[in-house]
């Protein structure tokens, strides 16, 4: 065994001479998006690059300075007197009390995070290969979904779950296939609606009884309470805005042979009386006011109640 003379041996050093400048990772090419590490990285080379020193050469690398042993993480210290840096393991540099535990936790733990985060895309890509669903990763790599139409952003939000749970209930597949029926279909869709916009009539004005299928409803909070809203497309075609009478808040009604307390539903037909105004900038909708003589024509029920 040769006898260690040089200046960074364990029995002479002197902590105090030391600066940490920073952690490195023995594979830093293979864990390039953990920003913690290329910070660190760059904050290594900046340092290089003012003090043009060099690493120790008493070790071989990758095996720490002061006890031999190999390295994955490196804390990399600089020797102003003689210009140069060393790298130890965590273990030596809490020995020597040189260390930065609270970085060293930090960093290892991004690491573990962004190797946990590898394993679950992969086996999410591959998941998705076997049901012929790369489409959903391709969404998934392609940016953010706050800025993707809904159909494309609830897919990316099931393939981030794939990756971070590792599966999919079979609901969930099966609401992915309806998902990419939406985005096959969503230039026939639309067509079909500016066909039968152009075909709409009028939204008159006045008093009115109409007969019009839901489209949506939506209970607001105000300062007086709820607010119960519905958008209604009418037999001849254009569209209305209004409340939801009371009478259809909550009503009893007869579904599948039985009675059940049930709200209006998307698909619902219904008969009501009301004050219409056509708006300013589309004269195919409108806005209803008054609702009255509300009646059930039929109901949807192909939707749970």
Known sequence: MTTRTDIHRPSVIQPEDYQFIAILHKKIEDMGDVYLLQEQRARFREHLEKTGGKFADHQEGGKCHVCGNSLIYSLVFYHADTNTYIKVGND????????????????????????KAKAGKAKAEGLLAERDKLAAWEIYNSGSPVNMLYEEATIHNMVSKLVRFGSLSQGQWDFMDTLFEKIDN????????????????????????????????????????????????????????????SDL??????????????VLKRGDVIRISV???????????????????????????????
């Not at 900038?281 to 009646?295: C, I, Q, V």
Request: charge should be neutral.
């Open 275 to 305: 004050t219409l105004t056509p708006s300013q900038g589309d004269p195919k909708f409108g806005f209803g006011n008054r609702p009255t003589k509300a009646e059930i024509v039929s109901l949807n029920t192909e939707v749970d109640r």
């Open 92 to 115: 030596c540099a809490d020995k020597l009390d040189m260390g930065d535990p609270a970085l060293f936790a930090k960093v290892t733990k991004a690491a573990g995070d962004w190797r």
């Open 186 to 245: 969503r230039e026939k869709v639309k067509a079909e609606r500016e066909a039968e916009k152009a075909a709409a009539l009028p939204c008159p004005t006045g008093r009115h009884t109409i007969e019009a299928t839901v489209l949506k409803t939506a209970v607001n909070d105000t300062a007086w309470g709820h607010s119960f809203k519905m958008t209604i497309k009418t037999t001849d075609g254009y569209l209305v805005h209004c409340s939801i009478p």
């Open 249 to 262: 808040q909550l009503f009893e009604a007869e579904v599948n042979g039985e009675q059940v307390q049930t």
